[in-house]
């Protein structure tokens, strides 16, 4: 499991507003856990997590934000490698019972959690809509990073038609890099997250409906794409399930 994405959450200024947009879009539901973190459920599949965003984020105007999580058997030896390769670590802590966690930027500031513990993670397929897809690094320049993510993860990377698929160190997926300009990327460099949508035509109305943003379509294999975001922001992709 080392190097695999586990889970994802999101940063969220009003998670009360969020609830009821991810609700609506993906037919979760949620239930909260101690410190008020919300639990997102697709059917019986825990899907996400939803909690307000920390003081120390709201203060430098961050927007709302989707994180993805990668397992690794030691934080403290991813941290001190990605430090090692211009990484920064913005946050490392014991996740009370869980396990121990560490939110890291890469060299060109795109940010992931690395989780180590043993508490239940998944919600990842195409199988029902509200699913986790996969995840995508959106970047001004693929070889600035390569090597950092090499050196904590072992990961391969092999050339496609305008895009990297990522690899495990055994050669299984795991994610892609899409090399994107300033304006493609919001002039941001990050992260991005899909989930699987039924109907997309539909999705985009529910977006829309409830205040949100929808950006630009595009195709991912044989699969339609659409780069969306919820009402406070934070961006994610909408991935149909047909084909």
Same mark, same amino acid.
């Given at each position: 499991?080392?190097g695999?994405?586990i889970?994802c959450d999101?940063?969220?200024y *009003?998670?009360?507003?969020?609830?009821g947009?991810y609700?609506?879009?993906f037919?979760?539901?949620?239930? $909260? =856990?101690e410190?008020?973190?919300?639990?997102?459920?697709?059917g019986?599949s825990?899907?996400? %997590? &939803?909690?307000?965003?920390?003081?120390?984020?709201?203060?430098?105007? @961050?927007?709302?934000f989707w994180?993805?999580y990668?397992?690794?058997e030691?934080?403290?030896?991813? &941290? $001190?490698?990605a430090k090692?390769q211009g990484?920064?670590?913005?946050? +490392?802590? #014991?996740d009370g =019972?869980? %396990?121990?966690?560490a939110l890291?930027?890469?060299? @060109?500031?795109?940010g992931?959690t690395?989780?180590?513990?043993d508490?239940?993670r998944g919600?990842?397929?195409?199988?029902?809509?509200?699913?986790r &897809?996969g *995840?995508?690094?959106y970047?001004?320049?693929?070889? $600035?990073?390569k090597?950092f993510?090499? $050196?904590l993860? %072992?990961? +391969?990377?092999?050339? #496609?038609?305008?895009?990297y698929?990522?690899?495990?160190?055994?050669?299984?997926?795991?994610a892609?890099?899409?090399e994107?300009?300033a304006?493609? !990327?919001?002039g941001?460099?990050?992260?991005?997250?899909?989930?699987?949508v039924?109907?997309?035509?539909d999705?985009r !109305? #529910?977006v829309l409906?409830?205040?949100?943003?929808?950006?630009?379509e595009m195709r991912?294999?044989?699969?339609v794409a659409?780069s969306?975001?919820d !009402?406070d922001?934070?961006?994610?992709l909408?991935i149909? !399930?047909k084909g």
């Amino acid at each position: 499991m080392t190097g695999l994405f586990i889970w994802c959450d999101l940063s969220a200024y *009003h998670p009360a507003q969020a609830e009821g947009f991810y609700e609506d879009l993906f037919g979760w539901r949620f239930d $909260a =856990s101690e410190g008020g973190y919300l639990n997102a459920f697709a059917g019986n599949s825990a899907v996400a %997590g &939803v909690y307000e965003m920390p003081a120390k984020f709201r203060d430098i105007g @961050l927007p709302s934000f989707w994180m993805s999580y990668i397992a690794v058997e030691s934080v403290a030896t991813v &941290v $001190a490698a990605a430090k090692a390769q211009g990484g920064r670590i913005e946050m +490392q802590e #014991r996740d009370g =019972s869980e %396990g121990s966690v560490a939110l890291i930027r890469d060299p @060109l500031g795109a940010g992931f959690t690395v989780y180590e513990g043993d508490g239940e993670r998944g919600g990842m397929g195409m199988d029902a809509a509200g699913l986790r &897809v996969g *995840h995508a690094l959106y970047i001004s320049d693929a070889s $600035a990073v390569k090597p950092f993510y090499r $050196a904590l993860f %072992g990961w +391969q990377f092999e050339p #496609r038609d305008g895009y990297y698929d990522i690899l495990s160190a055994e050669g299984a997926p795991v994610a892609s890099i899409h090399e994107c300009d300033a304006e493609e !990327r919001g002039g941001f460099e990050y992260w991005g997250i899909g989930f699987a949508v039924e109907d997309m035509p539909d999705a985009r !109305r #529910r977006v829309l409906n409830a205040g949100g943003t929808v950006f630009g379509e595009m195709r991912l294999g044989q699969h339609v794409a659409v780069s969306v975001a919820d !009402r406070d922001d934070a961006a994610f992709l909408l991935i149909e !399930r047909k084909g």
